[in-house]
């Protein structure tokens, strides 16, 4: 039973991904493998690094804790959903700017994990950010940039809508 292959839709920054898999697949492996949408890392494989968080109808989950069966019907978001026709958004550029990422590997899902914090709580209190945070891990940065980053892209996004 393990074996039965399962037809159906995942959709992923707005876009409709029909595709094949087992039922164990991981969402990780299908975004990845079926989808072609390699931004999202694995790292541990074991829901504990955060490399592979993406947004599912707007709250981060570890795609590699869930089965690509599961987000049938949900709205996906990864990081590559996150540029604007080639653009980069105030998040990636705030990452940029402030030199949060070293070696990147961790940076897409600090990107999704930040992008539902601002559109969940824009005014986090540095607490609180600290807390959110500390569930996704970087081994290379010392998450001092990461957070001044998201207080950066938020700045931003505040003068940009005030405008």
């Keep these: 039973m393990s074996d039965a292959m399962h037809d159906f839709t995942l959709t992923v920054n707005g876009q409709a991904y029909a595709i094949r898999v087992e039922a164990r697949r991981t969402l990780a492996d299908a975004l990845r493998e079926d989808c072609g949408l390699t931004g999202t890392h694995l790292g541990c494989e074991h829901g504990v690094c955060g490399a592979c968080t993406v947004l599912m109808d707007g709250q981060p989950v570890r795609a590699c804790l869930l089965f ?44 999704m994990l930040g992008t539902a ?26 998450y001092a940039n990461i957070a001044r980053a998201i207080r950066a892209a938020a700045d931003a996004m505040s003068t940009e809508g005030a405008t």
């Design 117 to 142: 914090i601002l559109e969940t709580d824009p005014s986090i209190s540095d607490e609180a950010l600290v807390e959110a945070l500390s569930s996704n891990l970087c081994r290379c940065t010392g």
């Design 68 to 111: 690509a069966v599961q987000a049938e019907g949900r709205a996906i978001r990864t990081v590559e959903g996150l540029a604007e026709g080639g653009a980069l958004n105030p998040l990636q550029r705030a990452f940029a700017e402030n030199h949060a990422l070293q070696c990147g590997y961790c940076t897409p899902g600090f990107l």
